[in-house]
């Protein structure tokens, strides 16, 4: 049985060195959705036990109240992630993050390894979810496919340093190197039925520009937004938050449908904005 909890609100994931105590005992503070408690690039090669034996105590000991603990294993072609996985399921983490994600096979394999690790360590069969990092072309390309890998997966990130790299670009801070990777991923996503999230935003002197950033990201239909700094929690939630004005037109339009609905007409107006019922009914549904 899949974890029920694939659709939550995730409008902000917040890295974390796992390595490090004093960055991941008390996060929450904070209010991010999720917290993402890293295994790969923030620990160093010769860390990789210890970062492991920090992450599981924390797991096992502190209380998140209620904020994701999603795990970023590190990559399918190193040694560690299958021992990331057991740690990562023995502990009791929601959800891990696959690296490189650049087939529906990467998924899958990690899919196998978490099945059986929920089997080692007696953890219901299905709690634990997987999200997909994007980092190159052929990932980008092959999105649609990974969205529909597993029932586990919740949704696919973008991660636009390594995408541009491969991209033979860089981060400009326009985000036009971003457009294509971030259009035809949203649309995997919405196709597949899963949620999306959008690179992290490295400078955090500029924020106004990260504003700017989150910003278009909302516009284009995404779930949600990386960040690296306790920051940017309050921009992100602000963005992806309905206002006041936003809510009463909502109100105005769910009372007028049933209304409308009884009365068999299927398009009308909410404050001079017309409204299909068939329209909505598909979108809701």
């Given amino acids: 049985m899949i974890n029920t909890n694939k659709k939550r609100l995730r409008r902000t994931m917040m890295f974390l060195n796992a390595q490090k105590p004093a960055l991941i005992k008390d996060p929450y503070i904070y209010r991010p959705d999720s917290i993402m408690l890293d295994l790969e690039d923030a620990v160093a090669e010769n860390q990789k036990d210890a970062a492991r034996f920090s992450l599981f105590h924390a797991l096992r000991t502190i209380d998140y109240r209620g904020c994701e603990r999603v795990v970023r294993i590190n990559a399918l072609d190193t040694p560690y992630w299958k021992e990331d996985i057991r740690c990562c399921v023995a502990g009791g983490c929601d959800a891990i993050r696959i690296p490189k994600t650049e087939r529906a096979g990467d998924v899958k394999l990690v899919e196998e390894a978490i099945a059986e690790a929920e089997r080692e360590f007696n953890v219901p069969e299905g709690k634990t979810l997987i999200m997909a990092a994007i980092e190159s072309a052929r990932g980008v390309m092959k999105s649609?496919?990974?969205?529909?890998?597993?029932?586990?997966?919740?949704?696919?990130?973008?991660?636009?340093?390594?995408?541009?790299?491969?991209?033979?670009?860089?981060?400009?801070?326009?985000?036009?190197?971003?457009?294509?990777?971030?259009?035809?991923?949203?649309?995997?996503?919405?196709?597949?039925?899963?949620?999306?999230?959008?690179?992290?935003?490295?400078?955090?002197?500029?924020?106004?520009?990260?504003?700017?950033?989150?910003?278009?990201?909302?516009?284009?239909?995404?779930?949600?937004?990386?960040?690296?700094?306790?920051?940017?929690?309050?921009?992100?939630?602000?963005?992806?938050?309905?206002?006041?004005?936003?809510?009463?037109?909502?109100?105005?339009?769910?009372?007028?449908?049933?209304?409308?609905?009884?009365?068999?007409?299927?398009?009308?107006?909410?404050?001079?904005?017309?409204?299909?019922?068939?329209?909505?009914?598909?979108?809701?549904?």
């Avoid at 992290?200 to 700094?229: A, P």
């Avoid at 105005?252 to 329209?279: H, L, N, W």
């Fill in 144 to 285: 649609m496919e990974i969205c529909e890998s597993s029932e586990r997966m919740f949704g696919i990130a973008l991660s636009g340093g390594d995408y541009t790299k491969d991209l033979q670009t860089h981060i400009t801070g326009t985000g036009l190197e971003l457009m294509g990777a971030r259009q035809n991923m949203i649309i995997a996503a919405r196709a597949a039925g899963v949620q999306c999230f959008d690179t992290i935003y490295t400078d955090l002197d500029d924020m106004e520009g990260f504003r700017k950033d989150v910003e278009t990201i909302h516009l284009m239909g995404f779930d949600g937004k990386s960040i690296i700094n306790p920051r940017q929690i309050t921009i992100v939630h602000e963005i992806f938050t309905p206002s006041q004005k936003d809510i009463i037109f909502a109100e105005k339009v769910v009372k007028e449908i049933e209304d409308k609905k009884a009365r068999g007409i299927g398009v009308f107006t909410v404050d001079g904005k017309m409204i299909d019922i068939a329209s909505m009914m598909a979108q809701s549904g």
